[in-house]
């Protein structure tokens, strides 16, 4: 059984920073891609980012480009998405999610498996 659970999320003023965690339970987190969703009140759930097993290759939204970071601590087990920059439209509830493998850097929300609670991103103007 994987579990995973984000911590990080708050409430900031827009042009800051905040930096989320996921932490992975499970012995294979380092052969899983791994990325970053979002959803917005009223609104579907989007891609933000995605990184491969090693760390050496990411992707990210358009959205995301140029502001938010991905990484991934395999000793740790934990993923991280380094949020910069931010705007009033960033707020939503962010989610790590992790894909077994077989899809790439995928920003298809059905590759991936396993998901977290969520935490939550607030972004005031």
């Known amino acids: 059984q994987v579990q995973l659970v984000e911590s990080g999320g708050g409430l900031v003023q827009a042009g800051g920073s905040l930096r989320l965690s996921c932490a992975v339970s499970g012995r294979t987190f380092v052969t899983y891609v791994m990325g970053w969703f979002r959803q917005a009140p009223g609104k579907e759930r989007e891609f933000v980012a995605a990184?491969?097993?090693?760390?050496?290759?990411?992707y990210y939204a358009d959205s995301a480009k140029g502001r938010f970071t991905i990484s991934r601590e395999n000793a740790k087990n934990t993923l991280y998405l380094q949020m910069n920059s931010l705007k009033p439209e960033d707020t939503a509830v962010y989610y790590c999610?992790?894909?077994?493998?077989?899809?790439?850097?995928?920003?298809?929300?059905?590759?991936?498996?396993?998901w977290g609670q969520g935490t939550q991103v607030t972004v005031s103007s």
């Open positions: 990184i491969n097993w090693g760390g050496s290759s990411t």
């Open positions: 999610a992790a894909d077994r493998g077989g899809h790439g850097l995928s920003f298809d929300e059905r590759h991936y498996a396993y």
